[in-house]
C-alpha cells in the first residue's frame, strides 16, 4: 500500500506570492492533517480535515486555508507569503475521524522557502 | 488542553551505550502518546505508541517508553544504541477529542563511534 504522498517535494517563493501544496493520504483513509515545522517554533498543528470538513483548526492566521476533496486527497494555500512562512510543511492521514483515536502516518514533506 | 516538554534538546551518547530520552506532559484529560522518530528530509516515523493497558510499551528498532500517570511523564529508552539511531525524536500526545496532535520540541539524538 502506498504511503502519504506530497507534492512538490520543495518550493521557492518570494515574499508575497501565494502556493498551493498537495497531499494524497493512505487509500482508505479519511483524514488528512498538516502541520509545519520550523527550527524555531517545532511542529505546530495547522488543521485536520475529515470528510471534506474542516474538524480541528490550530492557531495560524487566515492567510493559511486548506480544503479536502471528495477522494480524499487535501491541499493547503498560504497567500501573502512571508519570510517566516519558510518551513518544512507535513501532511498526515489516518483512517477514521475525530472523537477517536486513530494513528497518524506522515508523508515526507514540503520544503517552503519564501525568499 | 494538552502540551508536551522535551527536556533535552540534544543528547550525544556513545555507541553502544544507552540512552534515554525524556518526555513530560500535561493535560487535563485522558491522552494517548506517542514517540516518533524524523532521519533528514524525511517525516516522522512512529516509533511506538501508548493508548491504554500496559505502561511499559515497544516499539519498533529496539526502543520501549514508559507511561508514568503520577509524573506525567512518557520517556523513550533504549538499551544500546546504533549509528543509525542518530535522528531527531518528537515525543506528542493526543487527546481524546480527535487527531490533532501536541508535539514537543524534539530531541536531537547524535550516537557516536
Known amino acids: 500500500k502506498a504511503g502519504v504522498t506530497q507534492t512538490p517535494r520543495y518550493l521557492i517563493k518570494t515574499r508575497g506570492q501565494q502556493v498551493t501544496l498537495s497531499c494524497s493520504p493512505i487509500?482508505?483513509?479519511?483524514?488528512v492533517s498538516w502541520y509545519q515545522q520550523t527550527p524555531g517554533q517545532g511542529l505546530q498543528f495547522l488543521f485536520e480535515?475529515?470528510?471534506?470538513?474542516?474538524?480541528n483548526k490550530g492557531n495560524f492566521p487566515g492567510r493559511f486555508s486548506g480544503r479536502q476533496f471528495s477522494n480524499s486527497r487535501s491541499e493547503m494555500n498560504v497567500s501573502t507569503l512571508e519570510l517566516g512562512d519558510s518551513a518544512l510543511y507535513l501532511c498526515?492521514?489516518?483512517?477514521?475521524?475525530?472523537?477517536?483515536?486513530?494513528?497518524?502516518?506522515f508523508g515526507p514533506g514540503t520544503r517552503l522557502t519564501v525568499l | 488542553a494538552q502540551s508536551v516538554t522535551q527536556l533535552d534538546s540534544q543528547v550525544p551518547v556513545f555507541e553502544e551505550a544507552p540512552v534515554e530520552l525524556r518526555c513530560n506532559y500535561s493535560?487535563?484529560?485522558?491522552?494517548?502518546l506517542f514517540w516518533y522518530v524524523q532521519y533528514p528530509n524525511q517525516g516522522l516515523q512512529l516509533l511506538l505508541k501508548?493508548?491504554?493497558?500496559?505502561?511499559l510499551v515497544k516499539g519498533i528498532n529496539g526502543f520501549e517508553a514508559e507511561f508514568n500517570k503520577s509524573q506525567t511523564s512518557f520517556h523513550l529508552r533504549k538499551p544500546s544504541v546504533h549509528i543509525s539511531d542518530t535522528a531527531e525524536y518528537f515525543c506528542?500526545?493526543?487527546?481524546?477529542?480527535?487527531?490533532?496532535?501536541?508535539f514537543g520540541t524534539g530531541t536531537s539524538l547524535t550516537v557516536i563511534p
Open positions: 498526515a492521514s489516518s483512517l477514521r475521524g475525530p472523537n477517536s483515536y486513530n494513528e497518524q502516518f
Open positions: 480535515y475529515f470528510s471534506e470538513t474542516q474538524r
Open positions: 487509500s482508505g483513509h479519511r483524514s
Open positions: 506528542a500526545v493526543s487527546g481524546d477529542t480527535g487527531n490533532q496532535f501536541y
Open positions: 493535560s487535563s484529560v485522558s491522552v494517548y
Open positions: 501508548y493508548l491504554s493497558g500496559s505502561t
